[in-house]
């Protein structure tokens, strides 16, 4: 009930191509969806978050996707970049300051 | 502004050891969240602190323990170390109704 399941587990995208990670939880109690951005030998950052009442969120070249009925949301990276390959987390949690529960991540390499 | 500081860096044991992990939240931030990112389970919750008090702690053994200092500074405590323990220990700190920001984690391993 707990649990965030995250697909693809590693993605290959070209460069400029547009990257999509999918991610689908169970417990409707959760109430803040954030993505990190995980780089070799660094910590995870918070990339971008929405909030179940909201269906889509743009900063920049990242956009969440949020389907609310289906229990499901995505990240798209438009126009990727080399500079994006890392490891992409969703994770979900009841609030903005709550435990968070990440999904297995995405390891995402652009090719150059 | 300076963010989450961990220390060590990297720490080497053997079985049946203990180890102590340090964490500085951002300043201003009293809470603190504990997570474990082993090779192929993911980032899971340890342990949640919030002004000094455990608020919540996940799905491990009680040889795993921490605290939280008045200046909302943490330390966790792993004992009686096993194989299994040996991941990547990060720190988050946050206030409230904020993210969390996490620290670049101390790297644990276990021979």
């Known amino acids: 009930q707990q649990q965030v399941k995250q697909s693809p587990q590693s993605l290959i995208v070209q460069k400029g191509g547009i990257s999509i990670i999918n991610c689908a939880y169970e417990n409707t109690a959760f109430d803040y969806f954030p993505w990190y951005q995980q780089f070799p030998g660094k910590g995870p950052a918070l990339l971008i978050a929405?909030?179940?009442?909201?269906s889509e969120k743009k900063e920049g070249r990242f956009t969440i996707s949020f389907n609310k009925s289906a229990k499901q949301f995505s990240l798209h990276i438009m126009d990727s970049q080399p500079g994006d390959s890392a490891t992409y987390f969703c994770?979900?949690?009841?609030?903005?300051?709550?435990?968070?529960?990440f999904g297995k991540g995405t390891r995402l390499h652009i090719l150059p | 502004e300076a963010g989450v500081t961990q220390s060590p860096t990297h720490l080497i044991k053997t079985r049946g050891q203990q180890a102590t992990l340090r964490c500085s939240p951002i300043?201003?931030?009293?809470?603190v969240y504990w997570y474990q990112q082993a090779l192929g389970l993911g980032l899971q919750f340890l342990l949640w602190?919030?002004?000094?008090?455990?608020?919540n702690r996940g799905n491990f053994p009680p040889r795993f323990s921490g605290r939280q200092f008045p200046n909302y500074s943490s330390e966790l405590n792993v004992n009686a170390l096993e194989l299994e323990d040996s991941a990547l220990y990060l720190c988050?700190?946050?206030?409230?109704?904020?993210?969390?920001?996490f620290g670049d984690g101390t790297r644990l391993s276990i021979l």
């Open positions: 602190y919030d002004e000094g008090e455990e608020r």
């Open positions: 988050a700190s946050t206030t409230s109704n904020q993210p969390q920001h």
């Open positions: 929405i909030r179940p009442d909201v």
């Open positions: 994770a979900a949690s009841f609030s903005r300051d709550d435990k968070i529960i």
């Open positions: 300043s201003g931030h009293t809470s």
